[in-house]
């Protein structure tokens, strides 16, 4: 039997199930690929925030990259929590060396509010990351984190993306999630436009839908998909995953990511 589609991701742990490397490897698995892990903090993190977080030694990180990357392989990459300098730096130079497309989330909150990433680490993202990915993914809040610009409409996703291209990754997906409406994202390089709509649901039930995402990009470029039609797979796999978000704890629950698993013809069943 031949080997299955391989995708890494290079992530932080939430010990609730709802986002990280647990909907990292979720994600994967729904949409029919083999994850592996790359382990870069632990949090202490529940539907009600994060109590906790610990990164990583560099060495640690890179040993687990060099282990999966050199004996098994990997047909995409997907980065999330990556904490400080130290570690965006590590991982960035891991990524430059390993021949298949990176999708960089560049986590800066957890959906609660609670940092993700050292103030010290922006510009390590910004110089060291972001050139090495073939899509970056970021929300609005980390828009305005690493470029400052702030994004108050869908006119402003233009300029958003714009301003994120200029650090080098190849393509951006802004996502629009936090405007009024419908839920719109902009996927461009710079030339080409997608723009990605769909039905905004009434769900607060939506922890991991960054990371979901991102893994599901990730996914979808593995299987040989060129990047529009990656994101378009990925953004209709969300959405179906934030309709079939439930409650779980007292706090914000995680988006569904099996909800693809028992309905035919959905993405990956």
């Known amino acids: 039997m031949s080997a299955p589609v391989r995708v890494l ?114 510009d390590s993202v910004r110089t060291a990351l972001l050139p090495v990915a073939t899509v970056a993914t970021p929300n609005l809040d980390e828009v305005a984190q690493l470029t400052g610009v702030r994004v108050e409409s869908e006119e402003h996703l233009r300029e958003a993306a714009a301003a994120v291209l200029s650090y080098g990754p190849r393509w951006v997906l802004i996502k629009g999630g936090h405007l009024p409406g419908e839920a719109v994202d902009l996927l461009t390089d710079g030339t080409a436009e997608h723009w990605l709509r769909a039905p905004r649901h009434d769900n607060r039930h939506t922890h991991g839908t960054g990371c979901t995402l991102a893994s599901a990009i990730a996914s979808e470029l593995a299987k040989g998909r060129a990047v529009p039609e990656a994101a378009a797979a990925a953004k209709e796999y969300v959405t179906g995953a934030i309709a079939a978000g439930f409650a779980l704890g007292g706090g914000i629950g995680p988006v569904d990511h099996g909800w693809n698993l028992t309905r035919p013809g959905t993405p990956g069943a």
């Open 9 to 122: 991701t290079v992530a932080g742990s939430d010990s609730g199930g709802g986002a990280g490397i647990q909907a990292d490897l979720k994600t994967m698995l729904a949409l029919g690929v083999h994850g592996m892990s790359v382990v870069t903090a632990v949090t202490a993190q529940n539907s009600l925030g994060v109590q906790g977080a610990w990164e990583l030694p560099v060495d640690a990180v890179r040993a687990q990259y060099r282990s999966v990357v050199d004996d098994i392989g990997v047909q995409a990459v997907k980065t999330g929590m990556l904490a400080s300098a130290e570690l965006v730096e590590a991982v960035a130079e891991l990524l430059a060396g390993t021949d298949a497309p990176v999708v960089v989330d560049p986590v800066g909150v957890s959906k609660h509010g609670d940092p993700l990433l050292a103030a010290s680490a922006l």
